[in-house]
Structure formats: structure tokens, C-alpha cells
């Protein structure tokens, strides 16, 4: 069974950072792409950063140069960091797991993979 946990979210000021946790398994790592989706009031959900199993990244455009995902294998656990935050990331963020697709540079987040294993969320409010 997959289970992923996320953790990490808050009430921040606009300009701030933030480190959001998603505990895993070993086998989730090393198995399946992993990725974070977020969810505003009222938007569809979208796909903010997706890491392959063997680290390589890809992010959206409204968060690239801002948002950094990472695993910790040791730890069986995902990052996103997030910097310099505006009030529009505001959103449930969610971690997701799933058979890896097809990834390269230009590969939106959402289709790196069969994104099939979702976490509860964790919300982020940037507001000041």
C-alpha cells in the first residue's frame, strides 16, 4: 500500500519560504515518479514539480526559479521549497505518487507520470 503523508504548511507573508514534507516508503521512492500538485479555492488542480526516480526535475512555469522539489531517500521523503511566495500560491498542496511516463525538459509536471497515489494535503496561505 502506497500511503504518502504531507506535512509543512502555514500562514506565511508574501516574499517568505516554506518547506513542505511528504513521508513515503522506500518502495514509493524507488518505484514510482513523485510529484506536487497544489489546488486553489475555486481553480482546477495543477502540477507545480515532478521528480523522476533517479532525481531529474521538472517544474511549472508560475513557480520555476522559486519552488525546489527534492527526495531524501534515506528519510523516504519528498521536499518542495518554496521562496519567495505570493499570495497566488496560496492552495492545498498535495503529494503525489505514480508509474513514471515520459519526462524531458519541456514535460509538464502534472504528465510526468500516471499520478495514481495522492496524500491528504496540506494547506499554504500566503496572505499579509
Known amino acids: 500500500e502506497v500511503q504518502l503523508a504531507e506535512s509543512g504548511g502555514g500562514l506565511v507573508q508574501p516574499g517568505s519560504s516554506l518547506k513542505l514534507s511528504c513521508v513515503t516508503s522506500?518502495?514509493?521512492?524507488?518505484?514510482?515518479?513523485m510529484g506536487w500538485f497544489r489546488q486553489g479555492s475555486g481553480k482546477e488542480r495543477e502540477g507545480v514539480a515532478a521528480?523522476?526516480?533517479?532525481?531529474?526535475?521538472v517544474y511549472a512555469d508560475s513557480v520555476k526559479g522559486r519552488f525546489t522539489i527534492s527526495k531524501d531517500n534515506a528519510k523516504n521523503t519528498l521536499y518542495l521549497q518554496m521562496n519567495s511566495l505570493k499570495p497566488e500560491d496560496t492552495a492545498m498542496y498535495y503529494c503525489?505518487?505514480?508509474?513514471?511516463?515520459?519526462?524531458?525538459?519541456?514535460?509538464?509536471?502534472?504528465?510526468?507520470?500516471?499520478?495514481?497515489?495522492w496524500g491528504q494535503g496540506t494547506q499554504v496561505t500566503v496572505s499579509s
Open positions: 521528480i523522476d526516480r533517479d532525481g531529474s526535475a
Open positions: 503525489a505518487a505514480g508509474p513514471c511516463g515520459t519526462m524531458d525538459a519541456g514535460t509538464n509536471p502534472a504528465y510526468v507520470a500516471d499520478f495514481g497515489y
Open positions: 522506500e518502495y514509493t521512492e524507488n518505484t514510482y515518479c
